[in-house]
């Protein structure tokens, strides 16, 4: 939501909210039609072999591949290049990137220019959405755009720092940015 309020504010854009799961079908269908590839780089082996059993039933077409890293704060740079190396050795049309926000972001961030795909998707939770691990919010909460508040009731230690810290510290920067420039003119 902070994402909207900034297009908005910046740009003067009033945007619909597209969530990573949307995308994620989106991506996949045309992936499908097109017999194309995909590499799931984050989670656990077991949600990523979940996710593997499902597509091979839903998109047939698509030729999946994945690695789980270690789950931690930081990685080496023995770390990340295993991890570059794993996706560039089957350089796939798209990564699909999920290990928790805003970590996955600045992973894509620092890393972009090394990979070899034309498409890379930081979509985290998605991933357990898919797999079924977890079960995503009622579409009534997604409609509302409430879906963060749900998730949040049902993992507020993992999505409390996300929500209260970040979000917020984004749109404090976003107002500074926004008042800096309107005294520019």
Avoid: H
Avoid at 12 to 35: C, E, H, P, Q
Avoid at 40 to 56: A, D, R, V
Avoid at 66 to 79: C, D, G, I, L, R
Avoid at 144 to 157: I, S
Wanted: charged content about 20%; glycine content about 6%; aromatic content about 16%.
């Amino acid at each position: 939501m902070v994402v909207l309020l900034a297009a908005r504010l910046l740009g003067g854009y009033s945007i619909k909210k597209i969530a990573g799961a949307d995308v994620f079908y989106a991506v996949l269908k045309l992936l499908n039609s097109i017999s194309g590839s995909c590499f799931f780089l984050g989670s656990s082996l077991e949600t990523l072999t979940k996710i593997k059993t499902k597509m091979i039933m839903e998109f047939p077409q698509v030729s999946v591949s994945f690695f789980s890293p270690p789950y931690k704060e930081k990685y080496s740079a023995a770390e990340t290049a295993e991890m570059i190396t794993a996706i560039n050795q089957v350089n796939p049309t798209v990564v699909f990137v999920g290990m928790t926000a805003p970590k996955q972001e600045k992973w894509v961030f620092e890393n972009k220019g090394k990979l070899r795909t034309n498409l890379v998707c930081s979509i985290g939770a998605v991933f357990d959405f898919y797999a079924e691990t977890i079960k995503r919010p009622a579409p009534i909460w997604i409609k509302l755009n409430l879906e963060w508040l749900v998730r949040f009731l049902k993992e507020p230690r993992r999505l409390g720092k996300r929500y209260f810290v970040y979000s917020p510290r984004f749109f404090g920067y976003l107002l500074k940015f926004f008042f800096n420039r309107k005294a520019a003119y």
